[in-house]
């Protein structure tokens, strides 16, 4: 049995207030892909705020950036959802409708079975990963570190390209 789970945290910051009717399509899609991810093969958690998204939870003092946080079995159970689903890949391809750019937004991590990381935790790895590149610590889907017991990072290149 696997001793480690692979946590996820990705932000982005809307160009307009988040309640703007231009960011409507993308918090009408919330539920539906969030249910989406719930119901995933390998999907074990994800931060949720005071409805049924995060939307709500601080990420730090800009009211316009949002967080989203997940734990997952594994790299590919989550690369899976995140490049595979048709309903999460058609809100991707929007997201430079609603979100400026971020140069690094997204980390991928290595947490114990259980662990539920804090986003203050999630923004420490964006910072890593920020300063150092993919490392053990920090790491995106086109460079994968294999966990800590030993589980590998499969890769998932040809989907994030």
């Given at each position: 049995?696997?001793?480690?789970?692979?946590?996820?945290?990705?932000?982005?910051?809307?160009?307009?207030?988040?309640?703007?009717?231009?960011?409507?399509?993308?918090?009408?899609?919330?539920?539906?892909?969030?249910?989406?991810?719930?119901?995933?093969?390998?999907?074990?958690?994800?931060?949720?705020?005071?409805?049924?998204?995060?939307?709500?939870?601080?990420?730090?003092?800009?009211?316009?950036i949002i967080a989203?946080?997940?734990?997952?079995?594994?790299?590919?159970?989550?690369?899976?959802?995140?490049?595979?689903?048709?309903?999460?890949?058609?809100?991707?391809?929007?997201?430079?409708?609603?979100?400026?750019?971020?140069?690094?937004?997204?980390?991928?991590?290595?947490?114990?079975?259980?662990?539920?990381?804090?986003?203050?935790?999630?923004?420490?790895?964006?910072?890593?990963?920020?300063?150092?590149?993919?490392?053990?610590?920090?790491?995106?889907?086109?460079?994968?570190?294999?966990?800590?017991?030993?589980?590998?990072?499969?890769?998932?290149?040809?989907?994030?390209?």
């Open positions: 049995m696997a001793e480690y789970e692979l946590a996820q945290i990705n932000i982005a910051r809307f160009r307009l207030p988040a309640d703007h009717v231009a960011n409507r399509d993308f918090m009408d899609a919330l539920d539906a892909v969030n249910a989406i991810a719930d119901a995933s093969e390998g999907f074990v958690w994800r931060l949720v705020g005071e409805g049924n998204d995060a939307t709500d939870v601080a990420v730090n003092e800009d009211p316009h989203n946080m997940s734990v997952w079995r594994d790299v590919d159970a989550l690369a899976a959802f995140v490049y595979r689903d048709p309903e999460h890949l058609a809100i991707m391809r929007r997201r430079k409708e609603w979100f400026e750019h971020i140069a690094v937004f997204q980390a991928l991590w290595w947490v114990p079975v259980g662990h539920r990381p804090t986003v203050a935790e999630g923004v420490a790895r964006i910072d890593l990963l920020a300063a150092n590149g993919p490392t053990a610590e920090a790491f995106t889907f086109k460079q994968p570190f294999a966990a800590p017991d030993g589980t590998p990072a499969l890769r998932v290149q040809d989907e994030c390209a």
